[in-house]
């Protein structure tokens, strides 16, 4: 689906990535995690086709993202950033219909208003948006600002989904119904999904493979039992966390020890 080959990138002559190379398969959620500055934001930019890399190549569905216009990557390819959407006056539902836009084509778009319709009430349903569709964005609290953002790139309905730390501003009951809706949407539509992460228990509750970021280069790619281990965690972030099985599932969660914190050396940023 998506595979990048020895990618790097600088600002201002500063490396922000350097030699970057893995494969994103078909249908799995694959989570970027690491340290604040390791590059994970800058990572998603080029992946997305927002930014082109200064070395190596990316390819999306075998064909490099630079051979792809702004409007069929947006066909195929959604984002999910961590901001919310700006308050700009315009109602939940037109904000939703606006992720129909790649799909058209001249004035009267490429699809009838009956399907488009349609299509926008079931995702309103679906994400218990349908009693505020006529709301100004202003009036809508962080957590209903995601859930209108989510719905938008539903309304695209991409193959390929970016998230970039989108429970950031959530509390932990949100951050869960989120993530919760993603995965339900990602199993009924053959959805693949590209999450980067901060909170490593989600990622690792949430993610079928990590890669693990430092200092824009890469420190290993794996399961995250494989990942999220005292050892690694440890190297990358300068304390040394516990990491316990989930009681529930077995997967790997990652608890903070006071006074762990080690001195790191300086590196790259990003």
Known sequence: ?????????SYEGVKVLEGIGFEVRYG?????????GSGKSTLLKLLSGIEMQDSG????????????SRKEL????AVLEQEPLPPVGFTVREVIEMGRYPHQKGWFGDESADTA????????????LTEMAERSLEHLSGGEKQRVALAKVMAQQPELL??????????????IQLLDRIRDWQRT??????????????????????????RGRIIGIGSPEEIL???????????????VPHPASGLPQVMLQPGSWLERGGGMSG
């Open 229 to 243: 281990t005292p050892d690694l965690l440890t190297g990358v972030y300068g304390t040394r966390p516990l990491v």
């Open 189 to 214: 539509a053959k959805l693949t999904v590209v999450a980067v992460l901060h909170d490593l228990n989600l990622a690792a509750l949430y993610c079928d493979r990590l890669l693990l970021l430092d």
């Open 1 to 9: 689906m998506l595979r990048a080959e020895r990618i790097g990138k």
């Open 74 to 77: 947006a066909r195929r390819m």
């Open 28 to 36: 799995e959620t694959f989570g970027i995690i690491g340290p604040n």
């Open 57 to 68: 190549e990316i390819r999306f569905d075998g064909r490099p993202i630079a051979a792809y």
């Open 117 to 128: 319709e349609g299509l926008i009430d079931g995702i309103m349903a679906r994400l218990d």
């Open 162 to 175: 970016m998230l970039d730390e989108p429970t950031t501003y959530l509390d932990i009951g949100r951050q």
